[in-house]
């Protein structure tokens, strides 16, 4: 399965999320780089995760930069993350506990409840992970660990302070700005090329790094 943005997906990707919800702008990277399969919006969160982060790694390359503020003392914390071992670290799925089928929650799920309180959401995730029939209790411990273990996160000690917390990482937050950084770089070169030389967008994103490079110099000579 294809996990590389061509830098005309990065494009489309960009083109097609910026409007949108975050929610929505994962699942625009995963259809421009042909990663989401047939039902994107049906995968598990972990699944859609992994394959975000293996575009990130083979689109941008594997080191995610971070930064935490320390709760104590408000100092920043840089952190540097490999995608493909936090790709690693997901859960590969949720488990028949107490012989109770629960499926996996999606992205469709998560856009479903948007906006409803938390007693609603529960209810209603309880229903469409679990049937209608499924009593709570047990289901929603289990719905709400289901979704705590699709989290990534760090553990982080302050250097200045000694104070210790856990960060979550929004894996499609951190692809998306990867996306948005690229598509404004790119554009930017599109739009000095043209102006330079009156090629087509398609035309320049056809060339290759060395020689998009070496036009833009000469260009800014």
Sequence with gaps: MQHQLSLSG?????????ARRPLDRALAV??????GG??????????????LLAIRAESFGPTLEAVAACPGCGAEMEMTLDAR??????????????????????????AAVAGLDA???TAALRRRLAGKEAPPGEVD????????????????ACAACGAEWTETLDVAEHVWAAVETA???????????AAA?????????????ARRAAYLSRARA
């Design 10 to 18: 990065v494009l489309a990707a960009w083109e097609t999320g910026a």
């Design 38 to 51: 047939p039902d994107p919006a049906g995968l598990a969160l972990t699944e859609r995760d992994r394959r």
């Design 85 to 110: 071992a936090l790709a690693a670290a997901l859960p590969e799925g949720d488990d028949d506990a107490a012989g109770i089928s629960i499926r996996p929650l999606t992205s469709r799920d998560l």
């Design 183 to 193: 598509a404004l770089r790119l554009l930017g070169e599109v739009a000095e090329l």
């Design 119 to 121: 007693a609603e959401a």
């Design 141 to 156: 411990r289990r719905i709400e660990a289901a979704a705590e273990a699709a989290e990534l996160r760090a553990r982080i």
């Design 30 to 35: 995963l259809w421009a780089a042909g990663a």
């Design 197 to 209: 030389y009156g090629w087509s967008e398609a035309e320049i994103l056809g060339l290759g790094p």
